[in-house]
Structure formats: structure tokens, C-alpha cells
């Protein structure tokens, strides 16, 4: 879809540079800026069909178990453990391992990655090839089967037109139903703070793969403008903490593990303590702030 049906205002990145173009064949004129039509931040114009479907074509990019299993703890608490749950755009089945493992059986995953391969041998769930699109047309026919809880793990940031699939995927939803979304929390306070101070590119921009730039805020916006109400939330980790206590790993990606294992590390000492309800109360207390690196919700279709 044309950039004409977006009114920007406020661009970030006018172009993006081409070192923000990470993974991908940079496309000349790719601005970056806050979109008043969807409410939040994404590029403009959004790359075309045929250079994403070649981009996904060989893409994998695991998100980090331990996010996993914080989301899994997250969508649990909100739902009955007999509950039906896709996870759309499963990879590997991480996600819905994590959740396996508290409990739930009825559990679906699709995807197009090279990753279905392992979760369909993982021995649970039923896990075929597919992705949103495909799903939302086969659903809107009556031909998809329709589930209590739906799963988007780091999708939204990907894809064109994300608003068009939160609408679409109201409407096959039972009214009541639960949907759980993760996105990163970009242009976060803390990021921009780290920005002020050292002058980088904002490193956490990387296209082709995140169109869509996303916040506590407009997520929240996003969901309700689209039917849903957010009923609970939490964050993962705000590992721009570290950033700015000086463990840089932006400079210096060889931290990157330092950073992640301190993070790790935190949060098995407050698990071995046996205070995983503090230890949720922590999180929760940096969504209400909008602080922390992911924004994790769980809302209810109205
Ligand atoms: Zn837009």
C-alpha cells in the first residue's frame, strides 16, 4: 500500500542512513517518522511485497528464551490453562514451549520461517507453515479454526500495514477473546536519554526488519483503536541501563552477553529467592512508566 494513505509528521530519520539498514539492500528515500494516521513510528514508504517475501524467505532471528519464558508467565496469569492458544509467527516454538511447560496443551503455532522444521519435532502442539496473512483470509472464509488466546511475539514490528491486521484479526475473534503482543520499546526514555548522551545513531532501528516502531503508549493506542483493551502489561528488562551506566554495548557488541547475563542473572536470583511475585511487580511497575526493552501485553477483544 502507498505512503498516501499515511499522513507523517515529525520524521526522525530523513533518510534512514544506510548503516541502519542491517540485514537488507538499502532502499533509497526510506524516511522514518512518527505516522498520524496509524499512531506511531514507521518507515515511509513501507517496502514493497516482492522484496520482503525475498527478504523472509530465509529469515530467522530467534528472540532470547529468557523473553520468552517472561511472556509465557505473562499470558498464563491471564488465562485458563484449558485455553486453545496460537502463536502466529511460532519460529521455532519457543513461545509456546515456554507456555507447554506452565501447563497449556492446546497449543498451535504457524510460521514461514526455516525454524517450523524443530518445533514441529518438539512433540507437542500442532505447528504448520503459514503466516498472518493467509490466516486472517482463511479465517474471515469460516475455514480457519478459531482459538481462545492469539500470540504475536515480535510480529507487529515487522509487518506492513499492522493496524489492517489488528482490525482484521478483530473481527475473527470471539468478543472476550485474548490477545498477547510483544513488541520492542523503541524511542524509549531511556534510549533517548542514551542517544542525548552519546550521540549515536539510534541503534536499535534496523531495517528491513522493523518497520514499525512501537512504545508502552502506542501499542496501547494501536490495540484500542482496533477493538482491544489492555489488560495487563509488563516489561522486559531495560537493558539500556546498562547503557547508561557505561557497559556500552553498542560500541563495543562484545558486552552485548556481558549485559544479558547480568539481566539473567537478576532474574534467576529473584526466582531462587522464591519472589516471582515481586519480581512481576518490578516489571509491571516499569510498564506503568513506560520503562523496560520490550513492551509485553495482554488485552481482551471487546
Ligand atoms: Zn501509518
Known amino acids: 500500500m502507498s505512503s498516501e494513505n499515511h499522513r507523517f509528521s515529525d520524521y526522525l530519520l530523513d533518510p534512514v542512513p544506510e548503516k541502519l539498514w542491517r540485514h537488507g539492500r538499502p532502499i533509497e528515500g526510506t524516511r522514518l517518522g512518527f505516522c498520524e494516521t496509524c499512531g506511531f513510528y514507521h518507515v515511509d514508504p513501507y517496502p514493497g511485497p516482492e522484496y520482503l517475501a525475498e527478504y523472509y524467505a530465509n529469515y530467522e532471528m530467534p528472540t532470547p528464551q529468557a523473553n520468552l519464558a517472561e511472556t509465557a508467565r ?10 486453545s492458544v496460537v502463536d502466529m509467527g511460532c519460529g521455532d516454538g519457543g513461545f509456546l514451549k515456554e507456555l507447554h511447560a506452565l501447563g497449556f496443551d492446546k497449543v498451535t503455532g504457524f510460521d514461514q520461517s526455516p525454524g517450523l522444521d524443530r518445533a514441529k519435532a518438539l512433540g507437542f502442539g500442532s505447528f504448520y507453515r503459514s503466516n498472518v496473512w493467509a490466516y486472517l483470509d482463511e479465517a474471515e472464509q469460516g475455514a480457519a479454526k478459531s482459538y481462545d488466546a492469539y500470540v504475536m511475539v515480535n510480529v507487529l514490528e515487522h509487518v506492513t500495514e499492522p493496524m489492517t491486521i489488528l482490525r482484521r484479526l ?15 520499546n523503541d524511542f524509549s526514555k531511556l534510549q533517548r536519554a542514551f542517544l542525548k548522551v552519546k550521540g549515536h545513531l539510534p541503534w536499535f532501528v534496523c531495517l528491513p526488519d522493523h518497520v514499525n516502531y512501537f512504545d508502552f503508549d502506542t501499542l496501547r493506542h494501536a490495540l484500542g483503536n482496533a477493538g482491544f483493551e489492555v489488560v495487563d502489561q509488563s516489561a522486559l528488562y531495560p537493558l539500556e541501563l546498562f547503557l547508561l551506566q557505561d557497559l556500552d554495548y553498542i560500541a563495543s557488541p562484545e558486552l552485548g552477553p556481558v549485559a544479558h547475563a547480568r539481566r539473567v542473572e537478576f532474574e534467576n536470583n529473584m526466582k531462587q529467592a522464591g519472589m516471582m511475585a515481586e519480581l512481576d511487580h518490578f516489571y509491571a511497575t516499569l510498564a506503568a512508566g513506560g520503562y523496560g526493552r520490550d513492551v509485553m501485553v495482554v488485552a481482551t477483544r471487546r
Open 74 to 83: 505473562l499470558l498464563a496469569r491471564n488465562l485458563s490453562v484449558d485455553a
Open 170 to 184: 478483530h473481527r475473527v475473534m470471539k468478543p472476550g477473546a485474548t490477545l498477547c503482543v510483544t513488541v520492542p
